[in-house]
């Protein structure tokens, strides 16, 4: 068999199970994106970039070799400001975690405890990091601390990484505890703020805002709340200086454009000022929930990210096939998230809400769930 063939065969087999994946173009009513607070078709005022007399389309080169700016520079210095935290901005979320945890490579006697549900960008930085790493059940903090106490003595530095709101769950880590543990273990805090940056705390920074002096280490994104694209890292200089020197994916590629840093920056300030996005996100949020209810379908989540388990839908074991065929019929697109993204048995409609969502386009997402459900 040749290669292509190998590979025919292999998608024949991932259609067959009804997990093959396709690209797919935002429909007009749809609950699939991240854009929390709808600003993905703000109309920008650019002039201003013009004025800037920077590179705007492309850096050009890797920051290390011109591709920075004055206007990162600028970005950078406020949220340094905000967070007291020095900055390091990637070209996405993506390449920051997976470049942040790849570059412990270069850290004697170092193991890594990360939450069994954490972003595939957090694992593939720690496969690459080479380090032993353990996993905790999801959010339980009995577990994490079994497994520190079980091997924290064969290790001098303990690093633990997990996400303050859970892409696929919507749920919260529970951070009192594990400053708890942190005290106790003195271990390296990571944590991805990625769904909850510019949602949550009263400067936006992110559901653990309150918790930033004794986090250690946090991911943040732009390409979700901030309607851009991006991302940064923000820790102690001296882990900043060591990223810029060892993370892969920041030395190795063409730096964010400084378009995507210009929006992400405005769209920041432009929601800072504009509170009222976040009480209509809130306030579909608590409608969404409200109807579900009344259909009788739970809800774990208090987050724009509200997962419907297939097991609560459907009384019996249902294709995937089947369930992707009669979504296409819907004019409302619902993301189904399969394996390998979630475990087996953890299948789900991953609901999207937003702030430019009406009370009609929610009632007409309850339509469909109440036509779907067994
Ligand atoms: C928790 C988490 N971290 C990181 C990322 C990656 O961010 P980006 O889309 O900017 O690459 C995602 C994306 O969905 C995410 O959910």
Known sequence: MNFFSYLNTFLEKLKSQGLFRENKKEGKLNFILNDYLGLRHRKIELDKLYK???NLFTSSASPLLGGYSNLKESFCNFLKYLYKKEVLLFNTGYAANLGCLS????????????????HASIYDGILLSQKPFFRFRHNDMDHLEYLLKTYSKNYKYLYVVTESIFSMDGDI???KDLLILKEKYNFVLHIDEAHAFGIYGKNLLGAFEKYKESIDIITITFGKALGSFGSAILS???FIDFLINTARSYIYSTHISNLNVFISYLNFLYIRKNRNLHKKLFKNIVYFKRKLKDIKIKSISNNPIQPIFLKDLF??????KDILEKLKKFKVQIGLIRPPTVPKGKERFRISLRADHSKKDID??????RFLKE
């Open 52 to 54: 800037l007399k920077e």
């Open 315 to 320: 009384k019996s074991q249902k294709d995937f």
């Open 364 to 369: 007409e997402l309850i339509d469909i769930l």
């Open 173 to 175: 880590s529970p951070i």
């Open 103 to 118: 570059s412990l490579k270069h850290i004697n006697s170092l193991t890594i405890f990360v939450d069994k549900l954490a």
């Open 236 to 238: 102690e200089k001296s």
